[in-house]
């Protein structure tokens, strides 16, 4: 432990050596003094030589100190306001938004001619999904910004401690070259993509994003109402790889290794460490991690050696040797938490964990609280960690969660079964899609409780709590809680044994089976065919995305404007194991009602595609589209009038429109050549016109086809281009649906046009960015409806 007060000395000095600039030779003086001191208390070996000691450590880690952070030039930023050509190497790919979020390696700047000398990263935002990986050299053509700061959060200074000091959206983004990234790196990488593509193959939305997050650190794809909900209660430590996630790991395992191997010649810490250092490979070895697995190494080496000071003592050198080799590394938050995370697993968990157990022993009795072994354990490691963060957590952040505690409890318990069977699922998916389902069916069940719970949690009103703590304030702290375990343990020592586990491990893992069994079933039972048509319109914002559920046959019209919510969407109406669509069809190649269909072809077995004829001048998306529609080897059908598809028993799917000559000149040829489809189910029938608009009704009209509906769907999401009085007329359909995007900027659907179809349909015209997804399901002679909100 003593080494502990030196490395602190360090790393104060560090601290304070960043925020006091004074020449080198001005510390000169103090240093010799404290030199000198140690000289002369050499002898005693007590409490005053330690104190010049730490006095000598904290002077020449003042000398390490790093610069303020304005006295560093950031000579990409110079730039930021300018239009500029880039050349850069990708170092980070991950979806995001509606394409994918870019960490840019500059290589070389192009700006009003000159070619400046700069280096440094670039966050880049693309509008295209999944293209670009580690390793490829890019050229783009954007404006260069200075991040900007909001009143929750300093996000110029997040980005800044990666690095970044520069973003652009939206960039033309040409592809020069692949594989120029460092060849290990790209390994890991491309098994890292290979993962997360088998989980996406294997398990639907929410679920595929929430596997990712928690094994491969990729939380950028999770649906931000999920996202929000792990906010609101405290729980992102769980999706973390972090030294919280990864303390709780090695906590968790480490008894289990000791129950299954022993603790002979300390072959229980193989399953630990092992498991600690395959999740940071799996969550992309980036510093963060690497400190964490570090640590969480130490940790376990100071357990085998059986003494919390000497983990303690490891884990303070430790420390001080990242801050000495990184000084900035002491002002990011992640490595502050991971540090004090693991020190909490170190010292408070095996008290709390004692005091447990002997609660329990004493009210169940010695047998019936072998039982609660793995519950008393996992809320000690959970407390021990929480104890140590959570006052940093409020400093920064300057929001607490009331529900932190009770959420992490129940969540904690299955992150194991989570983790193993998540990374089984990835594994077997990134090999065949049918090894990956049949694996996903284990995962599935926790992935979901772990959503249910959360998003039940966050719903609970009053469960943020907004703290004006002080920074002298969280010393305070740490000073008392330090002076409690000195105190602590001088009165008795530590009881390492306390995590050692019993036979209740084996008796839990018979339960989690029987509980996995038990909700499978469930769940399938309630995924069975009904004998109805269900037609889902999907509340994906402002765009259009149908659902035809037919027994088994599954039709999806169109994508909507985002693949994340899209995907989300689906896993929430498909039963869990089924990955199939019999039919996708795109009504109109344009971003509302495509962009979300490029990312189905890759997580969906798909059985054609149907839709118009090819436009004239396509896309960047539509481009996209082609190319994954030639790899995924998806048969395609031209939409035609008269083409007619059979969804089993059900229902018929016909195609009105486009004509085998386009409709040409008339100022929307896009929109009125859409798809125009009509879907009936014996009495009930729906009319699904895309974004059709006057011209293209009026060629419908004088075709002579059969538009009478029970269901319209609104053309062009209730434009008053769309919809016009004699198409209503001819149509006479006695329920409207809208689907349009809340707050929108078009000012969908127009007053008028909702004025048209309640004088037809009344109380019953459903508009999805104020219902959420609306259901229709008929019987073939009764029709019910069912919304979201």
Known sequence: ???????????????????????????????????????????????????????????????????????????????????????????????????????????????????????????????????????????????????????????????AQQGIYSVVSAPRVELLDRGRGFPPRAWLETLRRHLADGLARALPEPQTSLAQALLLGLRRSMPSELTDAFNRTGTTHILAVSGLNI??????????????????RGLYLVLPLAGVWLYALLAGMGPPVVRAAIMGSLFLWGHYLGRPGSTVTALALAGVGMVLLHPQVLDQVSFQLSFLSMVGLALLAPALDAAFQGWATRRLGENAARWTRPVTTGTAVTLAAMALTYPLIALYFQRVSLMGLPATLLLLPVLPVTLVTSALTAALGAVSGILGQVAGWLAWPWLSYQAWSVNALARVPGIALDTTISAPAVAGYYGLLAFVLVAWRRRRAPPWGALVPTQAWARWGVMLAMSTAGVLIWAAALGLPDGRLHVSFLDVGQGDAILVQAGRRQVLVDGGPSPPALM?????????????????????????????????????????????????????????????????????????PGLAIRLGNYALLEVLHPPEDPLEGTGADTNNNSVVLRLQASGVSFLLPGDLEVPGEGYLLASDVDLSATVLKAGHHGSDTSTSQPFLAAVAPRVAVVSAGADNQFGHPHAEVVARLRRLVGDDLYVTSERGTIELVTDGRRLWVNRAR
């Open 1 to 159: 432990m003593k080494l502990a007060w030196l490395a602190a000395g360090a790393v104060a000095g560090v601290y304070l050596g960043g925020r006091v600039m004074l020449p080198w030779w001005l510390w000169l003086v103090p240093l010799l003094l404290a030199l000198a001191s140690a000289a002369l208390f050499y002898r005693s070996r007590g409490t005053p030589l330690l104190a010049a000691l730490a006095v000598v450590a904290l002077l020449l880690g003042m000398l390490r100190g790093p610069p303020p952070p304005d006295s560093g030039p950031a000579t990409l930023a110079h730039y930021n306001g300018s239009a500029a050509r880039i050349t850069a190497l990708v170092i980070e790919a991950e979806p995001g938004g509606r394409g994918q979020r870019l960490v840019l390696e500059v290589r070389s700047l192009l700006v009003d001619g000159q070619e400046p000398a700069v280096s440094g990263r670039l966050l880049a935002w693309t509008t295209l999904p999944s293209t670009y990986a580690y390793g490829d050299l890019v050229a783009l053509a954007a404006e260069l910004r200075a991040p900007t700061r909001s009143q929750e959060f300093d996000y110029p200074q997040y980005l």
């Open 247 to 264: 303390s709780i790991v090695a906590g968790l395992l480490l008894p289990l290794g000791t129950w299954l191997l022993g603790r002979r």
């Open 568 to 640: 989300r969407l689906l896993g929430q109406q498909l039963p869990y194991w089924d990955r199939r669509l019999d039919v996708v069809v795109l009504s109109h190649p344009e971003e509302d009602h495509l962009a979300g269909l490029v990312g189905v072809l890759d997580r969906y077995e798909v059985g054609a595609v149907l839709e118009g004829p090819p436009v004239a001048s396509p896309s960047g998306l539509y481009r996209e589209w082609k190319q994954r529609k030639v790899a995924s080897g998806v048969p395609l059908v031209l939409a035609q």
